[in-house]
Nanobody, 117 residues
Framework: QVELEEFGGGLVQAGGSLRLSCAASGSIFSVYVMGWYRQTPGKQRELVAYITGGGSTNYADSVKGRFTISRDNAKNTVYLQMNNLKPEDTAAYYC???????????WGQGTQVTVSS
């Protein structure tokens, strides 16, 4: 069982930056693939980026070169550094954890990011 809590959302102007954090508790953090997803009303939740326990990363094409995912296994925390934000990045952002062996899947409660033009 893993509990996830996101921090760092807010309102920012286009071109600005935000850093999201997701703190995990309840299990061995390094065995989980950690991801960030986002969702806007009426649309499906979409993958933004993920990072494996070993540090391999993958990004959605729409955020490549602007967002960076990282993790600190000692602090049980995953981060999403978001630079050069655009209005289309406005969404609720969700932290996700998937156990690398059992594939058990956990979600945080989400944090809102709003980018004004």
């Amino acid at each position: 069982q893993v509990e996830l809590e996101e921090f760092g959302g807010g309102l920012v102007q286009a071109g600005g930056s935000l850093r999201l954090s997701c703190a995990a508790s309840g299990s061995i953090f390094s065995v989980y693939v950690m991801g960030w997803y986002r969702q806007t009303p009426g649309k499906q939740r979409e993958l933004v980026a993920y990072i494996t326990g070993g540090g391999s990363t993958n990004y959605a094409d729409s955020v490549k070169g602007r967002f960076t995912i990282s993790r600190d296994n000692a602090k049980n925390t995953v981060y999403l550094q978001m630079n050069n934000l655009k209005p289309e990045d406005t969404a609720a952002y969700y932290c996700n954890a998937v156990h690398s062996i059992t594939r058990m899947n956990y979600w945080g409660q989400g944090t809102q990011v709003t980018v004004s033009s």
